[in-house]
């Protein structure tokens, strides 16, 4: 009967040591893939470390021991050994269930002295539910958390912008995202090839020449306009556009440019400049920015330019830094009023002549942004 106890307890205890228990915290490690490395301290070394200390200051308590050796998790309590998960912890409790009740019966049945042949056979009955028990026990020690764990891989991505040189060409002014914009074209040009614009990282790509058409002469003051741009179309036939001029920065520096303008001279008879239209004044009107770029990176435009002949440049357009980036637009006025966009004011007393009357405008891009200089007043 003592063996048969003395058996009982020690396969109690070793149901309830946690010896071979494996915390499912301690179950999976991450890393990651570069030129570090850290180090952590073993949680099974620091309860052996916080055991020592406590050993040597004479502490007994067998509950606060375990309690210090061992991490708690939400899920754990008491004497329970530290189980992954709630299927472990259940098996542990049927197992210690089994010799518990296991114990009371061999109490029980050896008060039983005249059945002691059938106390054997029941013996070895209990030897084997015993062994059952302890089976349960083993698997719920086992890290059934470890299938569970994770891990973790950091990988890396990278790609290298350079600049562009090539040429962009002249967009569609009402949709910069077109993919078949078609060519603008020359009014002024007999040909009606337009001038290709500059290339380079930093590119002036067009900008719009324009004719007001034939007017009569009238000795009262009168308001002639542009027409708008022609662009030609894949098909052969013809589309109108707001005039404009167009700016690409594919520098990649973020630094900010300005677009200037200038009148070089009053309009003049064609084959003799000495004729000029005196008093004319050309004005630049409903001036807008568009971009397939976000707007919060559009350079700042003016809405009226008014130029003065032979008289300092103007700055109608100014990308600060941190704008500007990419191609932009600038064009004057939009499906409704790009016919009214580019006024040319003739007073009443200038004479005129019976012929072309021409003019040059000078638009010159630099690759920092400077302070915009006003419109000068007529």
Not at 37 to 55: H, I, L, M, N, W
Not at 73 to 92: E, I
Not at 115 to 130: C, D, G, I, R, T
Not at 155 to 179: E, H
């Amino acid at each position: 009967m003592k063996k048969m106890i003395l058996l009982t307890v020690l396969l109690l205890g070793f149901a309830c040591n946690p010896f071979s228990q494996v915390d499912a915290a301690e179950a999976g490690d991450g890393y990651t893939s570069g030129a570090e490395v850290g180090f952590y301290e073993s949680p099974s070394s620091a309860s052996t470390d916080s055991q020592a200390k406590k050993a040597g200051t004479g502490q007994t308590d067998d509950a606060k021991d375990r309690s210090d050796a061992q991490t708690t998790n939400a899920d754990q309590f008491g004497f329970m050994p530290r189980l992954g998960t709630t299927q472990a912890w259940l098996c542990s409790m049927a197992g210690l269930l089994t010799i518990l009740i296991i114990t009371l019966l061999l109490i029980l049945k050896r008060n039983g002295k005249d059945k002691e042949e059938e106390n054997k056979k029941m013996k070895k009955s209990y030897l084997v539910a015993s062994l059952a028990g302890l089976t349960l026990i083993g698997l719920s020690s086992m890290p059934v958390s470890i299938v569970g764990a994770t891990t973790e891989v950091v990988s890396d991505g990278q790609v290298m912008f350079k600049t562009d040189v090539t040429r962009t060409p002249a967009k569609n002014p009402l949709d910069p995202g077109d993919t078949k914009p078609g060519k603008p074209t020359n009014p002024t040009n007999p040909t009606g090839t337009a001038t290709n614009g500059t290339t380079g990282p930093l590119s002036l790509d067009y900008a719009s020449s324009f004719t007001f058409g034939e007017a009569m002469i009238s000795a009262d003051d009168a308001k002639y306009y542009a027409k708008p741009q022609v662009f030609s179309q894949d098909d052969g036939k013809t589309v109108d556009r707001p005039n404009f001029v167009q700016v690409t920065d594919k520098r990649g520096t973020f630094e900010g440019w300005t677009l200037k303008v200038k009148q070089e001279k009053q309009f003049s008879v064609k084959d003799d400049d000495t004729k000029e239209l005196t008093g004319a004044q050309l004005k630049y009107l409903n001036g807008n920015v568009t971009s397939t770029i976000d707007q919060q990176y559009a350079p700042t435009g003016q809405k009226e330019i008014t130029l003065v002949p032979g008289s300092a440049e103007v700055a109608p357009l100014a990308a600060a830094k941190d704008q500007g980036m990419g191609t932009w637009i600038y064009r004057f006025g939009d499906e409704q009023t790009m016919a009214k966009s580019i006024e040319l004011a003739v007073p009443g007393t200038s004479p005129k002549m019976a012929k072309e009357y021409v003019t040059e405008l000078t638009w010159t891009l630099e690759s920092t942004p400077t302070n915009t200089t006003p419109s000068p007043k007529s």
